[in-house]
């Protein structure tokens, strides 16, 4: 049974104006229609590519979650940082972790997990006075006035538990207390 019905459609693929015979009628004629299917096939496999290809991207994170001993740099993965970031979190104690020799630093599965299972406690130092820059030698003042290398400094630095002022790329430390110790 024939339709006597005239549409102005436009078609889906190509996108002309066209006169259809009937009201579902989508596209211009059979070739406009064999490219759209074919175009949404491959946009199928395009999808389907890209779900694998996520999934293959992810496969790694997932084998790592499932490790009970991690080293630096699987951690450093995990978290999505930088090796030395990772290095960082462990020397300041954000991160426990065990070195076993050189190169062989191991961190629990469970060490990650707990940073994000509880809000970091906030550590008070104690009552230490507080030194203004213009009271303070930068780094660089002390080796040359004392003549001792970078290394001397920061061990003593360490050593003595001297308060450490960092402002930009500079590091500070008091005037009066580093006079104390060299002189």
């Known amino acids: 049974m024939s339709s006597k019905i005239?549409?102005?459609?436009?078609?889906?693929?190509?996108?002309?104006?066209?006169?259809?015979?009937?009201?579902?009628?989508?596209?211009?004629?059979n070739v406009c229609a064999k490219r759209a299917y074919k175009a949404k096939m491959r946009a199928a496999k395009v999808e389907v590519s890209n779900k694998q290809t996520q999934q293959i991207k992810a496969q790694p994170i997932e084998e790592?979650?499932?490790?009970?001993?991690l080293t630096v740099r699987e951690v450093a993965?995990?978290?999505?940082?930088?090796?030395?970031?990772?290095?960082?979190?462990?020397?300041?104690?954000?991160?426990?972790?065990?070195?076993?020799?050189?190169?062989?630093t191991r961190v629990k599965r469970s060490e990650i997990d707990k940073l994000f299972e509880q809000p970091q406690p906030v550590t008070i130092q104690p009552?230490?006075?507080?030194?203004?820059?213009?009271?303070?030698?930068n780094l660089t003042e002390v080796q040359s006035k004392y003549g001792i290398s970078e290394k001397t400094l920061h061990n003593l630095i360490k050593r003595n538990s001297i308060p450490k002022i960092k402002k930009g790329w500079f590091a500070y430390v008091p005037k009066t207390v580093i006079d104390k110790l060299l002189s």
């Open 6 to 29: 005239e549409v102005q459609r436009i078609c889906q693929h190509c996108g002309n104006e066209f006169t259809a015979r009937t009201t579902v009628t989508q596209y211009c004629g």
């Open 64 to 69: 790592l979650k499932a490790k009970e001993f």
């Open 77 to 104: 993965l995990l978290l999505n940082c930088s090796i030395r970031s990772a290095y960082y979190y462990i020397e300041s104690g954000n991160i426990n972790a065990v070195n076993l020799g050189q190169r062989i």
């Open 127 to 137: 009552e230490q006075k507080q030194f203004d820059i213009s009271e303070c030698y």
